[in-house]
């Protein structure tokens, strides 16, 4: 998977059928992480699926200045929830 580079703005994270409240949990992860943004993304399917994720996916924004230290913090969140949940899905802006 493609990694973060210094000033890329923003991504959209996507992680297929993982649930509100664990999205939550990544959001609130990497919230502490120096000027990381992040905001849940609404589900935009007409249909109701069960197994389905009630979130479509996450926004990160960077900061202008992602020092090593803070983009490896990054990396090993996003990677942690992967190997725990699900493979995730990267969409940079």
């Given at each position: 998977?493609?990694?973060?580079?210094?000033?890329?703005?923003?991504?959209?994270?996507?992680?297929?059928?993982?649930?509100?409240?664990?999205?939550?949990?990544?959001?609130?992860?990497?919230?502490?992480?120096?000027?990381?943004?992040?905001?849940?993304?609404?589900?935009?399917?007409?249909?109701?699926?069960?197994?389905?994720?009630?979130?479509?996916?996450?926004?990160?924004?960077?900061?202008?200045?992602?020092?090593?230290?803070?983009?490896?913090?990054?990396?090993?969140?996003?990677?942690?929830?992967?190997?725990?949940?699900?493979?995730y899905?990267?969409?940079?802006?």
């Amino acid at each position: 998977m493609p990694q973060i580079t210094t000033g890329q703005g923003r991504e959209q994270i996507t992680y297929p059928g993982l649930p509100l409240a664990i999205y939550r949990e990544v959001a609130a992860h990497l919230r502490q992480v120096a000027g990381i943004k992040t905001e849940l993304i609404s589900q935009d399917s007409q249909e109701f699926d069960y197994n389905q994720s009630q979130i479509g996916g996450l926004w990160i924004e960077y900061p202008t200045h992602l020092n090593d230290r803070d983009r490896a913090l990054v990396e090993a969140i996003l990677s942690y929830y992967a190997c725990r949940y699900v493979a995730y899905q990267r969409h940079f802006s």
